[in-house]
């Protein structure tokens, strides 16, 4: 540390000021997005044509266009209360409360202290005088400023690191809403699914029930064998036995919507086992293109701050090869009586210049650079790697939406022809114009298109959500309940 006089003192204040003033540079690369080619178009668009007015993508609320009022609470309730995004939350909290904290750097440390002391020297330290002599008070008081003088940008890509840092985590926070998001919906979609199918497999029961009921009357009256009645009553148990699996899988997923919420497992099994119907599909979707997609997916936007944290990162390792200079100073009062104390003279003072520079220890500096690179290098393959995974992510949702909606329109007219054929082998059995094995066999590919029906239908649900969700909708900017760790001891 050189100690300077006052007037030198000045010299160097006003020096390094304008110096810092007018230093621009910052020694390491700058964040460059990254280039990313990407197809003009979807190869898997909507097959059917697009609204002449399509609302554009992402819908904050897309929940909303399945028009069902139990699913919209659901969602609402999981984006307050859901744990997973509290605790994203906090780790939001956590990467601004250190952005603060960095930005600080780029100002003076300024701290304040006072000291009081009675001491006594040993004999040895103090020869010849007696014991008394030795005794003495001190006491002193001061405020201490050091400021390093970011020349090189050392602090200034520090910042820069922690606020892309920040910039991602509030991207994670978004990124986790879509997927909770998207994880009620696809819940409840299924939930809704299985209750329809318990409805099939229930209605299917009963006509087989009363199929059996008529062999049964047959049988005593002498028309009918017992082979008949056998197979008529396998029929029926078969049936009955799809409803333990059906009602259990149903009963699983109202535990998870319940948990999803931030509830307990058993808090929705009331409202939520009622049977409801399937939800209606949404509006045909606008896909937009792959660009677009790029621009709006909060888990890209995430892994491009994280290269960009990791780019500046290269400059804070950087500045290390060059001095680093630091602006210290102190004003306070010292004597050796607490009344003499800030008297005039008990003032002391000092402004002084430090250089620490580490161009010895080189070797160590650039290994940390290199190490700082490696970390970009990963960062942005990372980033590669999102972008490459989003792209196959919405090509996927889009295919099975599109298809299943092709599925759908043929399952429909299935399940309309065998519950037609259905109706048709009963009334031909009654009049004796066919057999028994003919309506059984009516009934059960009955039951199997009203299942697959149902079944479609749901994947149709669960496919436009798929969609919504590639295409990154489903964050609306509704923050999760922060909890006060204070209040809950």
């Not at 405020?143 to 994670?172: K, N, T």
């Not at 969700?469 to 964050?475: E, P, Q, V, Y």
Request: glycine share 6%; aromatic share 4%.
């Amino acid at each position: 540390m050189l100690e300077l006089n006052p007037v030198a003192a000045r010299r160097v204040l006003v020096a390094s000021v304008l110096t810092v003033a007018l230093a621009a540079c910052m020694v390491g690369p700058d964040h460059v997005r990254p280039s990313t080619p990407v197809a003009a178009r979807f190869v898997h668009e909507p097959a059917e044509p697009l609204t002449l007015a399509p609302q554009p993508l992402p819908d904050a609320d897309f929940w909303n266009t399945f028009d069902d009022p139990s699913l919209t609470h659901l969602v609402d309730e999981a984006l307050l209360a859901n744990h997973d995004l509290r605790i994203a939350l906090t780790r939001f909290d956590r990467a601004n409360a250190l952005l603060r904290g960095a930005g600080f750097d780029r100002f003076p440390t300024v701290t304040a202290g006072a000291e009081g002391a009675d001491a006594r020297a040993s004999a040895d330290q103090a020869p010849g005088l007696a014991r008394g002599e030795r005794d003495g008070e001190r006491y002193s008081a001061g405020i201490e400023m050091a400021w390093e003088l970011d020349l090189f940008g050392r602090v200034r890509r520090g910042v820069e690191s922690q606020r892309a840092e920040a910039a991602a985590s509030a991207a994670d926070l978004a990124a986790l809403q879509v997927a909770i998001v998207a994880e009620v919906g696809r819940s409840y979609i299924e939930l809704r699914g299985l209750q329809e199918r318990l409805r099939v497999a229930r209605g299917n029961a009963s006509n087989q029930r009363e199929t059996l009921r008529i062999v049964q009357a047959r049988l005593d009256a002498g028309s009918a064998t017992g082979f008949d009645r056998a197979r008529a009553s396998a029929q029926l148990e078969a049936t009955l036995a799809r409803v333990p699996a059906l009602e259990a899988e149903a009963a699983v997923l109202i535990h998870r919507l319940a948990v999803l919420a931030g509830k307990t497992p058993g808090a929705l099994a009331v409202d939520l086992a009622r049977p409801a119907g399937l939800p209606a599909l949404p509006t045909p979707i606008d896909p937009g293109t792959p660009g677009e997609l790029l621009r709006r997916r909060p888990d890209i936007a995430a892994a491009e701050q994280r290269l960009h944290a990791a780019t500046a990162r290269i400059g804070v390792a950087t500045a290390d090869l060059f001095p680093r200079f630091t602006l210290g100073g102190l004003i306070g009062s010292q004597a050796i009586d607490a009344g003499d104390l800030f008297e005039r003279d008990s003032e002391t003072r000092l402004v002084a210049l430090g250089i620490d520079w580490s161009f010895l220890d080189v070797g160590r500096v650039r290994a940390r650079i290199a190490a700082a690179n490696a970390d970009a290098a990963g960062e942005l393959a990372r980033y590669q790697k999102t972008v490459a995974l989003a792209l196959e992510e919405s090509e996927n949702a889009l295919v099975r939406y599109r298809n299943t909606r092709i599925e759908d329109s043929h399952l429909q007219q299935a399940a309309e022809d065998s519950t037609r054929a259905a109706g048709l082998a009963r009334l031909r059995y009654d009049a004796g114009a066919t057999g028994l094995l003919e309506v059984l066999d009516a009934e059960r590919t009955r039951l199997q298109a009203q299942d697959a029906l149902a079944d479609v239908r749901t994947r149709a649900a669960i496919a436009a959500i798929a969609v919504y969700k590639a295409m990154a909708g489903g964050w609306p900017s509704r923050i999760p309940v922060r909890e006060d760790v204070a209040s809950t001891r």
